[in-house]
């Protein structure tokens, strides 16, 4: 299995290229489930996730082909045509390597009357069960039944718009509610609906599609149900979640970075977090530039909450940055139990970390020293990353098939910056 290997203690400068988003990718790739018209994606990212979406969509009967798709190029062009579906269940075997493969569960009730989706399971970061998602297509009339590990939900006459109104926030939840709801009879309504930019994105892509939709970025949307829906050709958002990533690797090395292709608008709640803590993030004609302020990190605290509240995709991220700050943090999670993995895999590289409930208490320490590590997900491996950037000596990251979910050419981009990171294959 490959592993990373960083030797740590160099201030990275230059710029790095921010890649098309991983979460809205992959809830637009789904939306191509909706018409038997093409759906043009631009600005896709090369990951994993994607690869194993395509893999998902190919077996329902999705034709996929992709352009750009030369090594040096950045933003992938795929075509998905679902002229006909071919087969409404998504298997076992996929939907627990992936959880977001649950997102094609609306799109093909509302399109077949039918779908048949495995239960994901149990995850890295929690439980993280789907029965808002369930409770949010029974509204619309779906009828659902629980079978060997599979939801199979069924709406023979058609689904019919309703009144969804989620108990909490959930972002898969709104999508997939959202996504049925563009072939509903009538008008939906979706209050309590996550505010998350990948949503506002989906909308968009969903309105170029012939959908018709109001309260975009609000916590209330309103869909008029349209018999179909039609072709389009749609550009994926940058992701604000690898460029906060990045923004960390030039705060905790003391260096300075400029994204490429991010605007502040979708990142408030962490340029904010960012600032607190010392670090200065400033808009460029291209996109963000990044650099400690005057020398010293400070610790702060931060808590997760949903959009536009600090996102819990950048929690561990943080973590790394400020186990180096001067003072104490604390960090608080509020959207998954058990995203704190990463914390003992810090403290083996010196990091000074109390976990109790829901918060972590970040004591600063000026050194942290490189270890091996390994990271049981995605943003968990980054903050092992970060931290091996700063660390004195050499960190070897294993299981590094995380970072390939969310991480588009993680070391090429790292090491144009100055980084000494490289992908060893271990046979
Ligand atoms: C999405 C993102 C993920 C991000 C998360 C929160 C994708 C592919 N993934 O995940 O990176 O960390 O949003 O911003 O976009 N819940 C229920 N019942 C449900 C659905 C969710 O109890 O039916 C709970 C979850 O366990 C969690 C919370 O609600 O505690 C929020 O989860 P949700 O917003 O649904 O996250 P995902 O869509 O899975």
Redo the contacts with the bound molecule.
Sequence with gaps: MDKIIIRGGRPLSGRIPISGAK?AA??LMPAAILTEEPLTLRNLPRLADIDTFSHLLNQHGVSLTLEGSRPEEFGRVMTLKASRITNTVAPYDIVRRM??SVLVLGPLLARCGEATVSLPGGCAI????????LKGLETLGARIELTQGYVKAIAPDGLKGGVVRFP??????TENVLMAATLAHGETVIENA?R?P?IVDLAHCLQAMGAEIDGIGTERLVVQGKTRLHGATYAVMADRIEAGSYACAAAITGGELELLGIQANTLGAVIEAFDQAGVAVTPTREGLKVARRNGELRGISVTTA?YPGF???MQAQFMAMLALADGASVLTET??ENRYMHVPELARMGADIQVRGRSAFVRGVPQLTGAPVMATDLRASMSLVLAGLAAQGETTVNRIYHLDRGYERLEEKLSAVGADIERVSAG
């Design positions: 979460n992959l809830t959880r977001a929690g439980t993280r069960p789907i029965d808002l998602h909490f926030v959930s972002v898969g939840a996550a998350e990948e949903p996102p819990t995709d959207i998954f």
